[in-house]
Nanobody
Framework: QVQLVESGGGSVQPGGSLRLSCVASGVTLGNYAVGWFRQPPGKRPEGISCISSNDDSTYYSDSVKGRFTISRDDTKNTLYLQMDKLEPEDAGRYYC??????????????????WGQGTQVTVSS
């Protein structure tokens, strides 16, 4: 059974940092483009970052570019999202996702093959 399990969410003050992790089982992340979706309260999830498996190229949405860093460790079958300089607008539920292709076409994976259950992030003073 394929599982993507996120961790690392929590509550931080504006300007703070969090590092999200996504550990996969039943699927090899090194074979896929993988990324993160963010769902603010009352809104649809949106893709904010993607990293390809073929060349490790990365994509970021304008809202997070320069503040977030996506990375992967294929030896650990794990995806990461380092989030710095967090803002209240960054609050929401963060989902680890995987494509069926090995490359990204932008920050948002068009059709997600696998979803994690998500981890909650709160940013408030």
């Amino acid at each position: 059974q394929v599982q993507l399990v996120e961790s690392g969410g929590g509550s931080v003050q504006p300007g703070g940092s969090l590092r999200l992790s996504c550990v996969a089982s039943g699927v090899t992340l090194g074979n896929y483009a993988v990324g993160w979706f963010r769902q603010p309260p009352g809104k649809r999830p949106e893709g904010i970052s993607c990293i390809s498996s073929n060349d490790d190229s990365t994509y970021y949405s304008d809202s997070v570019k320069g503040r977030f860093t996506i990375s992967r460790d294929d030896t650990k079958n794990t995806l990461y999202l380092q989030m710095d300089k967090l803002e209240p607008e960054d609050a929401g539920r963060y989902y680890c996702v995987a494509d069926s292709l090995d490359y990204c076409r932008g920050p948002e994976i068009p059709v997600v093959r696998y979803w994690g259950q998500g981890t909650q992030v709160t940013v408030s003073s």
